[in-house]
Antibody, heavy 120, light 108 residues
Framework: QVQLQESGPGLVKPSETLSLTCSVS?????????WGWIRQPPGKGLEWIGC???????YYNPSLRSRVTLSLDTSKNQIFLTLRSVTAADTAVYYC?????????????WGQGSLVTVSS | QSALTQPASVSGSPGQSITISCTGT?????????ISWYQQRPGNAPKLMIY???KRPSEISHRFSGSKSGNTASLTISGLQAEDEADYYC????????FGGGTKLTVL
């Protein structure tokens, strides 16, 4: 069974950088699939951030592309999210997930989510 | 790519059937089979209910079904149960992923 677990600071100051880690168990991310991030502001809907493949291919939400970087470490079976120059609008629960990308599979496995609040 | 359009809320009584619509354009929903549906209960991560428009993961009840007509995809829940009360999201997936705004289902 594939399991994902997000971790990182729960509070980030405006204009700073948000960094989250997703640890994957039950599947070696170097074997395939895209791995991505989705966020959900409190009381609002889901917003896709982007996804990455172990070969380095990445796809990003055009509205966030200029501030987002995704990376991964197959030796640790982890995926990383970096979001720069954050504002209060970036306050959300951040989910990591087994994503779609060019493999065209549905987003099927999700982490439990990590709440990040942007506030001074 | 614009968000997919869903009704904000739907409701039904136990035992009834309800349908949630998801409207896109000819370039996404209309010309594309990669549509999925998610159920999200409060405090939980979304759960995959339907993929490729009509397919159901093995663990999902047959009461849930998906369909498509033109630029509109639909999720139908038959034999409504109290446990079905949740938010439901449609999703167009691939190299770019777009979610609908979500629909709150209330079981009366």
């Amino acid at each position: 069974q594939v399991q994902l677990q997000e971790s990182g600071p729960g509070l980030v100051k405006p204009s700073e950088t948000l960094s989250l880690t997703c640890s994957v168990s039950g599947y070696f991310i170097g074997s395939g699939y895209f791995w991505g991030w989705i966020r959900q502001p409190p009381g609002k809907g889901l917003e896709w951030i982007g996804c990455i493949y172990h070969g380095g291919n990445t796809y990003y939400n055009p509205s966030l592309r200029s501030r987002v970087t995704l990376s991964l470490d197959t030796s640790k079976n982890q995926i990383f999210l970096t979001l720069r120059s954050v504002t209060a609008a970036d306050t959300a629960v951040y989910y990591c997930a087994r994503d779609s990308g060019s493999w065209l599979n549905p987003i099927d496995y999700w982490g439990q989510g990590s709440l990040v609040t942007v506030s001074s | 790519q614009s968000a997919l359009t869903q009704p904000a809320s739907v409701s039904g009584s136990p035992g009834q059937s309800i349908t949630i619509s998801c409207t896109g354009t000819s370039s996404d929903v209309g010309d594309y089979k990669f549509i999925s549906w998610y159920q999200q209960r409060p405090g939980n991560a979304p759960k995959l209910m339907i993929y490729e428009g009509t397919k159901r993961p093995s663990e999902i009840s047959h009461r849930f079904s998906g369909s498509k007509s033109g630029n509109t995809a639909s999720l139908t829940i038959s034999g409504l149960q109290a446990e079905d009360e949740a938010d439901y999201y449609c999703c167009s997936y691939g190299t770019i992923v777009v979610f609908g705004g979500g629909t709150k289902l209330t079981v009366l």
